[in-house]
């Protein structure tokens, strides 16, 4: 049995194919070129776009995957959280084809998909439980995971997003979008203590509004003071992207401590950062944690981590949803 994922929570509409943690096809066509000019995603350009690409994006999938229609005995897809319109555009996709192919379909919580991305391509056993640490565009949360149907979220953000802050703050300094990418190419490791900036230690939960404010304020001082050069800039963003990414790494490790468990497994577009996959490898070696990423090409928004996690909420857990299934932002 294969089972079909379906991603269109924000910018890219992503279509995967799977046989349990095997994926045979993920094809993903993202709008984000069309948002590029506005500094952000526009609800309205993701929506139309989703519509435009997702019945060819599924066609070539299963195409990649050498099967047909006839071949998939389940239809994952991410219904939270998300832009409503876009969730809208995918979960009605996946009710249209569920009926007309007489399958089931299962509503997939978007982020539980991101936990699900270190497995997929893997053999390995699930390292039940896990602490659960999702950085992405529009969240920094942590869960208590004991299973894939019994997650418990123990801490998030109480503002900004860790790639939210990443994204706003590039847009500042003249990078590009979205500005996580852009940082994490700047970064250096020699300039991390060149300046001095503070995220709170608030539990297991963050706030990142305080220094995104912080180095906003500190560029505008040291360009009225003529001191603001390429080499300043680069020290100004490496100490702030250090700051975060042991703040994000610290409070993750705090919650394996608290809770005694051994395995951390990480997700989301921000953990493609190399700084962060470095420093969550350092600091859970020291503390004898195992440590679980996905692979880059698996951390920002695809459909093969849904269907990853369809096949096995299906085939272990007996889960389905029903066509009342709705879409939500949080
Ligand atoms: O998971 P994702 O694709 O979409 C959401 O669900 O939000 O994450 C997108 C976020 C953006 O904020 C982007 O700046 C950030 O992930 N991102 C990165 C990197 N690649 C993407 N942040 C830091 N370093 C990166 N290499
Ligand atoms: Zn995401």
Redesign the pocket.
């Known amino acids: 049995m294969y089972a079909l994922g379906i991603e269109t929570?924000?910018?890219?509409t992503s279509v995967g194919v799977v046989f349990k943690n095997k994926v045979l096809a993920n094809v993903t066509v993202s709008s984000l070129r069309y948002h590029k000019k506005y500094g952000g995603i526009v609800p309205e350009i993701a929506h139309r776009n989703h519509l435009r690409f997702i019945e060819k994006v599924t066609e070539i999938a299963l195409k990649k995957a050498g099967i047909d229609f006839s071949k998939i005995k389940v239809i994952g897809v991410s219904f939270r959280p998300?832009l409503v319109g876009a969730l809208l555009v995918g979960v009605s996709f996946a009710k249209g084809l569920s009926l007309a192919l007489n399958i089931p379909f299962l509503g997939i919580n978007?982020?539980h998909a991101?936990l699900f991305s270190p497995f997929l391509n893997k053999k390995d056993k699930l390292p039940l439980p896990f602490i659960g640490l999702?950085?992405?565009?529009?969240?920094t949360e942590i869960f208590l995971v004991k299973d894939f149907d019994k997650i418990k979220l123990i801490g998030k953000t109480r503002d900004d997003?860790?790639?939210?802050v990443?994204?706003k703050v590039?847009r500042f300094f003249g990078l590009g979008?979205?500005?996580?990418?852009y940082?994490?190419?700047i970064y250096s490791y020699s300039f991390k203590d060149a300046f001095r900036f503070k995220c709170p230690r608030i539990g297991f939960d963050f706030s990142f509004s305080g220094i995104k404010t912080a180095i906003i304020y500190k560029k505008m001082e040291l360009e009225k003071k003529r001191e603001l050069d390429e080499s300043t800039k680069i020290k100004l963003l490496s100490s702030f992207?250090e700051e975060i990414v042991t703040r994000v790494t610290e409070t993750t490790i705090l919650a394996a401590k608290r809770f005694k468990v051994k395995n951390i497994v990480c997700?989301?577009?921000?953990?493609?950062?190399?700084?962060?996959r470095s420093l969550l490898r350092e600091k859970t070696k020291k503390e004898k944690l195992q440590l679980f990423l996905p692979e880059?090409r698996f951390?920002?928004?695809n459909g093969a981590m849904v269907a990853g996690l369809t096949f096995y909420l299906y085939n272990n857990k007996k889960l389905k949803s029903n066509l009342n299934l709705k879409v939500y932002s949080d």
């Open positions: 929570s924000c910018d890219e998300g978007h982020l991101h999702v950085a992405s565009g529009g969240h997003a860790c790639g939210e990443f994204d590039a979008f979205p500005g996580g990418v940082l994490d190419r992207m997700g989301g577009g921000v953990i493609a950062n190399r700084r962060l880059k951390t920002c928004d």
